[in-house]
């Protein structure tokens, strides 16, 4: 084998582009002493029983074919869950795989022709959103969030190329109203917005009610939190065909099999399966209310959240101090360096057991 130096020196196969590459940094997959598991917001709960059956039916001979490259059967679970026609939706794996593509597939790289208009984001959100726009090479702005970390409409409305939301925001819980979306696409009907629903199950209301009236919206979703799929690997858009025909067009010019056979079959059993899913988000919703109340009445600052998370800031503590104290005692939740929001941490809702346990660690260290 190689010594570690002469690996190291394999970097000069790098290109200049993977050098300069800054990628995303997911939340850790810890193998050592944690005993609940609160940093990526993945679902406390198994998925529904009907996954689990239409997996353990699965032909092992199957396996030796390709899966569908239309996915059409999921894709008309899904059409079917929502409403809407087939042609309107896009699945693929993951919803990051998704985003990437509607990157991809929608905004002028910098250079290509005359003042390519930015896409813009708020300056706390999914870090996903720059890592793309660096990685395909846009020219991207930021819009800071307000005082209170709500997204300042008006100034989305200005000029851009192009906006990218997550709603309910990530990692605030903080979501915008629909007549909110509705007013920012009808600013400029030649603008696409995205908008990333990754958790709009533990909110009021999606923006899909919108697509009929905007042919501008993209909404992206996924399986990984709502319905307790992250390790499944599937994410999905839902707009207007032509918008869905070129996030084909880019997949396609890609990996044709994006979605493979497993998740195409345990993805449509989950979107039949409406009497788990209606109950795992209520009793989370729940908790994440409960949870709330218990941090306010020990003085945190805790956001107002439609996520399967909470943002608070601990009371006399830095949120890095707290994130330490949390980790020591077995508890893993997620801190950011941004100078804005290091305050605060990141607690993903776990079971009710979990959230007890969670408060019963934080009035030991509060003492
Ligand atoms: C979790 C998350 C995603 C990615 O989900 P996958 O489908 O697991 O890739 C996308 N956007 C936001 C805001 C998220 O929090």
Known sequence: MNSKDDSQSARRFWNSKTKALIPYVPGEQPRDRIRIKLNTNENPYAPAPEV??????????ELRLYPDPGSLELRQAISAYFGCKTDEVFVGNGSDEVLAMAFQAFFEPTGSGPAVQAITFPDVTYSFYLVYARYYNLNWRTIPLDENFQVPLSAFASPSGGIILANPN????????????????????NRLIIVDEAYVDFAEASAVALLGEYDNLLIIQTLSKSRALAGLRLGYALGAPALIEALERVRDSFNSYTVDRLAQTAGKAAFEASAWFEQSRRRIIASREKLADELRERHFTVLPSSANFLFVSPPGRSGLDFYRGLRQAGILVRHFKQSRVDAYVRISIGTEDDMDTLVRVIDEMLL
């Open 170 to 189: 990530a990692p605030t819980g903080i979501a915008l109203s629909l007549d909110a979306i509705a007013w920012l696409a009808g600013q400029d009907r």
């Open 52 to 61: 689990m059956s239409a997996l353990a039916e699965i032909n092992s001979a």
